[in-house]
Nanobody, 122 residues
Framework: QGQLAESGGGLVQAGGSLRLSCAAS????????MGWFRQAPGKERQFVAL????????TYADSVKGRFTISRGSAGNTVYLQMNSLKPEDTGVYYC???????????????WGQGTQVTVSS
């Protein structure tokens, strides 16, 4: 049974940066695509960024392109999200997820972390 645990969230002013981490345990996720999603209060969980199992491909939501960067450790069991030029609309709970299919849909991901809160003040 695999588990994911996010860390690195916090309160930051607009224009600032944060780096989120997601550590996997209980099984290897080297063959899984890894994604970051976020959920703002009262809204559905939305796709943010995705990286392929072999680190060769990434994709981002239009709202974060050019500001966020997803990466993963060489062993494949740690995923990062570097967030720069943060905006108040980036506020939400950020979740990492692991799945077999290349997809931006939450339904395609079997493994989820508990989430980490990111709050961007104006």
């Amino acid at each position: 049974q695999g588990q994911l645990a996010e860390s690195g969230g916090g309160l930051v002013q607009a224009g600032g940066s944060l780096r989120l981490s997601c550590a996997a345990s209980g099984r290897t996720f080297g063959g899984y695509n890894m994604g970051w999603f976020r959920q703002a209060p009262g809204k559905e969980r939305q796709f943010v960024a995705l990286i392929s199992w072999n680190n060769r491909t990434t994709t981002y939501a239009d709202s974060v392109k050019g500001r966020f960067t997803i990466s993963r450790g060489s062993a494949g069991n740690t995923v990062y999200l570097q967030m720069n030029s943060l905006k108040p609309e980036d506020t939400g709970v950020y979740y990492c997820a692991a799945g077999i299919r290349w997809s931006t849909s939450t339904g395609e991901y079997k493994y989820w972390g508990q989430g980490t809160q990111v709050t961007v003040s104006s």
